[in-house]
């Protein structure tokens, strides 16, 4: 316990799924976590119950494709909590379609938005007050298996994800020559259980068609995961932690895959 002592955190998405486990984690190893989100109601459950369970934690609305917004949240992260050490580009959004030839041109720039000028404006911004504490920080952006190889039907979202990948690679870079001692590295979950899903009308089944409901989790782990069985979010904050703490000081540039061998099959 204690990993995180002292330090503060940003979670964005955090409101469900990957992002609310994340924030919880984080603050069970003493972050002091801002959450954000657009789901108020979530978001401000998620603070709470941290609260509750003697962490630090509150909720801030907001959309991370919004610049404005992001200077004001960071703004008031400086002036609640006077620093912050670590950034979690979590919120994403997945938006499927039966073919590309289907998708319109407004989904595709909404996920764009969402998933790439996101994580741009989170590290444009969070980076300054980062480099003001003078002790470095972790930057943490959530890509996907998605980012590392090519998916039927998805090819849309995997553009936003592959993007993430070698925009997190270029921050580690610009950071380590700058000594800043910012270390920037990406996530890539394979299937987990998150409401992501819910958005992803037309993914692929286990039968490797489309659909126009979530595809089955469970079915579809079975069929392609080498280990059998889909994630939980629960799996993704343990690599965040890691990523967030000292015990990956020299690690920055990196790919954590967190998907029960799924890229590799």
Known sequence: MGKLAG???LVTGGAS????????????EGA???????????GAEVAAGIVKAGGQARYWRHDVTDEEAWVTVIAEIKAAFGRLDI???NAGIGLGAPSITQMSLADFRRQQAVNVEGVF??????????????VGGAIINMSSVAGLKGSPLLAAYSATKGAVRLFTKSIALECAQAKDGVRVNSVHPGIIETPIWLGIAGAPGPDGA???????LDAMSAMA???GVKGVPEDIAEGVLWLASDESRYVTGAEL?????????
Not at 17 to 27: N, V
Not at 32 to 42: E, F, G, S, Y
Not at 210 to 216: F, K, L, V
């Open 121 to 134: 404006l989170g590290t444009k911004h969070a980076l300054p007050l980062m480099r003001a504490g003078g």
């Open 87 to 89: 950034l979690v580009n």
């Open 257 to 265: 895959v967190i998907d029960g061998g799924l890229s590799i099959r």
């Open 7 to 9: 330090k503060v955190a």
């Open 32 to 42: 002091i976590v801002a959450v954000t989100d657009l789901q108020d109601a979530r």
């Open 210 to 216: 489309g659909a126009n409901a979530p595809p089955d």
């Open 225 to 227: 995961v080498p280990l």
């Open 17 to 28: 799924g990957i992002g609310a486990a994340c924030a919880e984690r984080l603050a069970r």
